[in-house]
Structure formats: C-alpha cells, structure tokens
C-alpha cells in the first residue's frame, strides 16, 4: 500500500547491530524505488531482492514483487546477491537485512534518488562508521572449535581457557582484520570496544588478573594492528603507503611528522584508485568532467564519472591541500546540492541530509521545549514562528519552523540565512544565489508549502 503518509523502517543489520531509517513520502510505489532507496541508505553495492512477511501464513517469508504487498507495520527482509566473486570489503558483511516498517508522522527521511557513492570495481571502499556494537567474526574451524569446548566449561568451573600460540595468532589477526574494515588508525576507545566485545562473546578468555577482564587483549591488539599495517603498507595498500618516509617531501622524513590519516572520522579518507584506473586516466576523466557539466540532462554521466574518480579527488585533497576555488575550478561539477551530498556518503559513510533530518526530527521536542522556555525580545520574534508550528502536522513545515526559530534563539538573523520566494523564476533565485556567502533557499508556490530548498555557500 504505497501512499505518502511517512513510514518508519527497523533495520536489523545484524546480531546487535540496528539502524533506523524512515521514508517520508511513505513507502515507494514501485520496487525499483524501494530498491534504490534500500541501496543507497545503507551503502549496499551488490544485487539484492526482497521478502515480505506474510501474517496469514504464520509470519513466512515469500519473494516480494510489488509493493502493494506491503503494509505499515510490516517487515521485509534483504537477502544479498552475489552474481560475481565478493569484493574484499564484502567477506565478512552480513548475509542478510531484517527491514520492519512503523508508520509514524513525525518521521525523517531520506530520499528516493539513487546516488551512486562509489566505482563498483573499487575493492577498499568502506561503506559505514564503526558499529554502536562491535562484532566479533568467524575463526577458523578449530580455533571455534576450542572456544565453544572453553565457554561451555567457563559457565561450569569459571575456569579460563589457556590458549596455544596458533590460537592467539588467529584470533588476533581475525580481529585485526575487522577492526580494519572500519578504522585503518583506530584509537584507544576502539581497541577497548574490540576487546570487550570479544570476551563478552568467548567469556572463556577473560583475563583474571586485569581489573576490566580485557585489558591485555586490548594491548594485544594494538601492537597487532601496527603489525598488521605493515604488512598492508608492504603490499601497496595507498591509504598506509601515504604516510611512508619515501611518500614524504624531503623536509617532512620522520615516521611522526605531518602522518595523513582520519581526524574527523572519514571512513574513506585516502581510497584506492579503480581496479585499472592511473593518475593519467583519471585525469583524463576530470578533463572529460568538464564539458559533461556543460551539456544538458547530462547528470548520470556526470554522476558516474564523480564516483569513478572519488579517489582521484581525496588523493589531490590530501596531497595537495587545494584552497576551496582552487577545488571549485578543477571540480566544478562537485559544486551542486546532491554531489555534496553524494561526495559526504562517499567519505564519511553517512547519508548527510537523512541523517541530519533524522538527528533533528530526534530532537526537536526538547529544541521546541528550550526554544519556548525563552523570554524577552527573542520570545517576541519567535511567537508567529511557535504559532505557525503548532498549527501544522506537515513534517517539512515543522522543520522549517524549528530551524528558523532556533537561528533566532542562537541569536542569529533568521532572515539573513534563509531566503524565501513565492512564484519566483529561476533567473531571479540564481542572482540571489550569487550575492551570498551561505544561505538556505525556500521556494513556495501559491497556496502551497515550501517546493524546493537549496542550500548555498561560497
């Protein structure tokens, strides 16, 4: 029953590991977008199909088809479809994705446009942040085998198990390994997540004498994973070789000076280049890029070309350090609403506007409680915006109201940021846009709520 009342969506990405995901317009009309949506929400660069839970047969799943099928308060089901050889940073994903869906109007949204994050011959992408919940993976058959006989007999004796040297050099390089798919530099709060993760899943392994149980795997792992980056930086791995004393200008050659690495949690922060792919190659392509963006209802190839030569571009960012015209003037095509937005998943593994909407929809009773609470001059100013909110159930109109009424209570000039027109041509919008260091523009048709919002900055 597709419609445009909001839905929520449960999803169980794996065993302690769930996300939440909401469709403002309600659930899609066809498959292809409920696909779409799924794919770029969660970062998924593989085939999948669809299974709906069926109550009237016991809660079974059947192969979904349509999304006729499909009612709030539903679940379904993604299973994964591997046509070709898995990419390395695909081994170790979860087989399979439980979706429920919860009507809900105060939802937040993400949209329905395909955005396409990444090359699909890329084999390093990252496709999330670290986990709220760290998994543990799968060793190898007889060192699971030792540790299933030792947590059976923990439960029984509390006694510990005492590990061979090829049983420790397992666990430790598997959980390297993981560690890996998330953070090439992780920190101290990592290492301790990762060591109390793998002593609550095999208790059989606690430490007796440390005061956490963990302690010592904690510093196990870091000296592992220095290790482990070695052994990655030998075989070429570019986001480890930058930092190489042979990468470095003559003047920066110690091991400790100017290290590019991660400092605001970019999940992709120096990616490899495509499978193929060279410096001149990819150069070739932005040259391309550059009459792409000049001929009409050319953005999917514009789109594809952005994603093939991602590296490319975080390769010049991190090497070069370009001013933002220098950027604007070799990359202009990344310059528009959805390729910022498209760029920030590609880098940070997060959806920028779903998950800012999501984070503001979270918080807007207790922003709308602080925002009333407000006396003086500001409570003036703000009494029409608190009028309009409590009239209207939209969810993009109470949005609107929050964001303007909370510029002004931080004691900013609402009007200043965000710029409104009614039944404005294009010509007259852009000219705006171009007398402004940063604005949000709302655009409304008569009688109707706002139609368009562009964000705008230099």
């Known amino acids: 029953m597709a419609g445009s009342t909001p839905a929520r969506l449960k999803v169980i990405l794996g065993e302690n590991n769930i996300e939440k995901l909401t469709l403002p317009n309600g659930i899609p009309e066809s498959l292809e977008d409920l696909l779409g949506t799924i794919k770029t929400t969660f970062g998924l ?34 299973i994964h479809q591997q046509t070709n050889p898995p990419l390395i940073s695909d081994l170790q994903s979860t087989s399979s994705l439980s979706i429920s869906f919860e009507s809900d109007d105060g939802a937040s949204g993400a949209s329905n446009d395909t955005i396409i994050v990444s090359s699909p011959e890329s084999v390093s992408s990252r496709t999330q ?20 006989r030792g947590n059976t007999e923990y439960r029984v004796s509390q006694k510990m198990l005492t590990l061979s040297s090829r049983m420790l050099s397992d666990i430790l390089k598997r959980v390297a390994e993981e560690i890996y798919r998330y953070k090439a530099y992780p920190e101290d709060a990592h290492f301790c997540t990762a060591a109390e993760a793998l002593i609550k899943r095999h208790p059989c392994l606690k430490e007796p004498g440390s005061f956490n149980g963990c302690y010592g795997w904690k510093q196990r792992l870091k000296y592992k994973m ?18 190489s004393l042979k990468s470095k200008a003559t003047t920066d050659t110690y091991p400790a000076k100017k290290v590019k690495k991660p400092k605001r949690s970019e999940a992709n922060f120096y990616p490899s280049f495509p499978t ?24 999917r190839v514009i789109e594809n070309k952005m994603a093939n030569t991602f590296a490319y571009r975080r390769h010049e960012v991190v090497n070069q350090e370009p001013s933002i015209q220098e950027l604007k003037d070799r990359w ?36 709308i409680k602080v925002i009333r609470a407000k006396g003086g001059a500001t ?10 909110l409590d009239q209207t159930v939209d969810i993009n109109h ?15 000039d609402a009007d200043g940021l965000i710029k409104e027109y009614l039944d404005c041509g294009a010509d007259d919008v852009q000219r705006d846009l171009e007398q402004v260091t940063m604005a949000v523009f709302v655009i409304r048709k008569e009688g109707e709520g706002p139609t368009c919002r562009h964000w705008h900055c230099h």
Not at 136 to 144: A, G, K, L, R, V
């Open 276 to 299: 193929g792919e060279t410096l001149d190659s990819m150069e070739k392509v932005r040259l391309e890029l550059l009459t792409e963006i000049g001929i009409r209802d050319n953005e």
């Open 45 to 78: 660069k593989y085939n999948l199909r669809l299974q709906y839970m069926d109550q009237d047969f016991g809660n079974d799943f059947f192969n979904l088809n349509s999304t006729t099928e499909l009612q709030n308060l539903g679940t379904i089901k993604v």
């Open 226 to 243: 220095a290790n482990y980056r070695t052994q990655l930086k030998l075989q070429g791995c570019p986001e480890l070789c930058v930092n």
């Open 332 to 367: 202009p095509a990344l310059f528009t609403q959805k390729e910022i937005n498209t760029e920030f998943q590609r880098l940070m593994a997060v959806p920028l506007e779903g998950k800012f909407m999501a984070q503001l929809d979270m918080h807007s009773s207790q922003l």
């Open 398 to 412: 109470r949005r609107e109201c929050v964001l303007k009424a909370l510029t002004i209570f931080l004691g900013e």
């Open 129 to 148: 942040q670290w986990p709220e919940d760290f998994a543990i993976p799968q060793f190898s058959y007889d060192t699971e085998l030792q540790l299933e």
């Open 379 to 388: 409570r003036q100013k703000i009494a029409n915006i608190m009028d309009t």
